[in-house]
C-alpha cells in the first residue's frame, strides 16, 4: 500500500508544466477572442495637399473615405464628386510614415481609377454620391453612396474591383433605408452611408447614416444630437443582419455668426472582429469644425433590424451602442478641416500602429485636403489577459 502511494507522488514538474499548459491554452483561446483596446493615441503630423491639385486629369477633391492596403502599402481614397469635375473615381496614394512622423510632401498620389457602373459604363453625372470605402482580402472595394433624395437616387453600397473599377456585387438595402415618395421614410439628403468598414476577418461589413431616418428623429442640431443607425452585413451571405442605435453627441455652435451648423456620424473603422470599432463625430460649428474619435462596442446592444420607426416605439427602452471618447481634435495645435474618413496605416517604425485620418475640402477653395496621422497604442492581448486574472495588474 505504501508502495502505491508513492508511486503516485508526482514530481512538482509535473504539476507546474500542467499549470503552464493550461495557462497557455486559456491564453490562447483569449487571443483568438480578445477585443483590441486602445489606451493611447498621439498624433504625428500631418499633410496637405495643394489646392486646386490636377491628377491625369481629374481634380483631386472630395476625398470622403479612406481604406489601407497593408500588402502593397497603398491607400485609397474615395472621391464624393458626383460627376460634375470627372467621373466617379478612387485615388491610389502613398503616404510616408517611414521616420515615424507625417510631414507636407509626405502624401504622393500614384494612381487613379474610374469607378464603372452595373453595365460597365462610367457613372452618369448625380447617379453617384460616392462616400465610404473599405478593402477586401480580394482585391476589391466595396463603396458607399449617399445617393439623393431630390433627384430619387438611392443609396447604395457595392463591390468594385481594385484593377478595373467594376461592379462585382450589390449589397441589398432594407427598405426602411429607402426615402418614398411622400417624405415620411428613408435618409435625408446628404446624410446617408458615408461611413463603410469591414471586420478583419472580412465575414462583417458595417455602414451606417450619418443622422437620423427620418422617422427615427430629428437631423442633428445646435446642442441636439441625432439618433443614427449602425447596419451590419453578413458578407457570407451578402444580406443585412443586425441594426444598432448610435447617438451623436450635442455640439454647441462656437460664434455662429454664418448661422450655419452641420453635425453627424462620417465613418467608422472596425477594430476587431468582436464589434468594436472606431468612429469620428465631426461637426461644422460655425468657427471650424469640431472632431471628436470614440471607442465604440456594438456588446450589449440591442438589434434594431424590426423596428420600422424609432418614434413608434418607447425609444429610452432601447439600448444604444457603448461609446467612449477617445480624442478631442480640437485639443490638438492644429487648424481642422472636414475630416469625414479614418483608417488603420503602416506599422511605424517602434511597431506601433497608425491611424489615418483624411479630410472631404467639398472643392471648396476656402478648405483643403488635410491628411492627419496618429500612433495608436494598443494593449496586448497577453496585458488584457493577466489583468482579466489578476485585479489592479
Request: glycine content about 8%; proline content about 4%.
Amino acid at each position: 500500500m505504501k508502495l502505491i502511494k508513492k508511486n503516485l507522488k508526482f514530481p512538482k514538474i509535473i504539476y507546474l508544466g500542467i499549470f503552464i499548459i493550461v495557462i497557455i491554452s486559456l491564453f490562447l483561446i483569449n487571443l483568438s477572442t480578445s477585443a483590441v483596446e486602445i489606451s493611447g493615441i498621439e498624433f504625428i503630423g500631418q499633410a496637405t495637399l495643394p489646392k486646386g491639385l490636377s491628377f491625369q486629369k481629374t481634380e483631386v477633391g472630395g476625398l470622403s473615405g479612406i481604406t489601407y492596403d497593408a500588402r502593397n502599402d497603398l491607400y485609397y481614397a474615395i472621391s464624393d464628386d458626383r460627376g460634375q469635375k470627372a467621373n466617379a473615381r478612387f485615388y491610389t496614394l502613398k503616404i510616408d510614415l517611414s521616420k515615424g512622423s507625417l510631414r507636407n510632401g509626405g502624401v504622393v498620389l500614384v494612381g487613379v481609377t474610374t469607378l464603372l457602373n452595373d453595365n460597365s459604363q462610367t457613372f452618369t453625372a448625380g447617379s453617384s454620391d460616392t462616400e465610404g470605402i473599405t478593402l477586401t482580402k480580394k482585391d476589391t472595394v466595396f463603396i458607399s453612396s449617399e445617393g439623393d433624395v431630390g433627384q430619387s437616387v438611392n443609396p447604395f453600397i457595392k463591390e468594385f474591383s481594385l484593377a478595373s473599377g467594376r461592379v462585382i456585387t450589390t449589397l441589398p438595402i432594407p427598405n426602411k433605408f429607402l426615402p418614398n415618395q411622400n417624405g415620411q421614410q428613408g435618409v435625408r439628403n446628404n446624410l446617408a452611408f458615408e461611413s463603410l468598414t469591414i471586420t478583419p476577418d472580412n465575414k462583417h461589413l458595417f455602414t451606417a447614416t450619418e443622422n437620423a431616418l427620418i422617422q427615427d428623429g430629428l437631423a442633428a442640431k445646435a446642442n441636439l444630437g441625432s439618433p443614427c443607425r449602425i447596419l451590419q452585413y453578413n458578407l457570407l451571405t451578402n444580406q443585412p443582419e443586425k441594426e444598432f442605435l448610435y447617438q451623436t453627441e450635442p455640439v454647441a455652435p462656437l460664434l455662429n455668426l454664418t448661422g450655419r451648423f452641420a453635425s453627424g456620424l462620417p465613418d467608422l473603422l472596425a477594430l476587431d472582429n468582436l464589434g468594436h470599432l472606431l468612429s469620428i463625430e465631426r461637426s461644422f460649428t460655425g468657427l471650424g469644425f469640431a472632431v471628436s474619435l470614440f471607442q465604440v462596442s456594438l456588446e450589449g446592444s440591442d438589434d434594431i433590424q424590426d423596428i420600422k420607426s424609432l418614434l413608434a416605439v418607447d425609444f429610452q427602452n432601447i439600448k444604444p451602442v457603448k461609446k467612449k471618447l477617445l480624442l478631442n481634435l480640437r485639443t490638438l495645435d492644429v487648424a481642422l478641416d472636414n475630416i469625414e474618413g479614418l483608417t488603420f496605416g503602416s506599422k511605424l517604425p517602434n511597431g506601433q500602429r497608425s491611424l489615418i485620418l483624411i479630410s472631404d475640402d467639398n472643392f471648396n477653395s476656402l478648405q483643403r485636403t488635410q491628411i492627419l496621422a496618429f500612433k495608436l497604442q494598443i494593449e496586448a492581448p497577453i496585458i488584457k489577459f493577466l489583468r482579466s486574472l489578476i485585479p489592479h495588474f
